[in-house]
């Protein structure tokens, strides 16, 4: 039963991009500008969570809880590295090909035009 709760909280939260998509660019595009607040969101997600068990590490005084708190700590700053520098690393292949369509770029850009499609149009 929760599952069917989250897949119509999930269908329901879509509901406002397919309803207001005129056209299938549309929807493409109003697809691409909320995948393009994920990393941004993951980002700011990460960092409170590295935040939360700073503050573990220092209310708790047990050994056993700071250890693991410790542990937390290193692999949320691994995390957050790694991510931040995959994230600048895409932005710059992008960059670097001139692969951008229009918007997007580090940190957390917006995106900025139609989704363009190749024609099949031949030169004559």
């Known amino acids: 039963m929760k599952d069917l709760n989250k897949i119509i909280i999930a269908g329901i939260s879509f509901f406002p991009m397919v309803a207001f998509a005129v056209d299938f660019k549309g929807f493409l ?13 993951l980002l700011a997600l990460a960092v409170v969570y590295l935040l939360w068990n700073i503050v573990k590490y220092v209310q708790s005084g047990d050994p056993k809880k700071m ?6 700590i290193t692999y949320s700053i691994i995390f957050i590295f790694v991510m931040v520098s995959v994230w600048g690393l895409v932005d710059l292949l992008v960059n670097t090909f001139n692969l951008d369509g229009g918007g997007g770029s580090l940190p957390g850009g917006t995106y900025q035009g139609d ?8 030169p004559s």
């Open 115 to 122: 989704v363009n499609f190749p024609t099949n149009s031949l």
């Open 67 to 72: 250890a693991e708190a410790r542990e937390v």
């Open 29 to 41: 595009g109003n697809i691409m500008s909320q995948l393009n607040i994920l990393p941004a969101f």
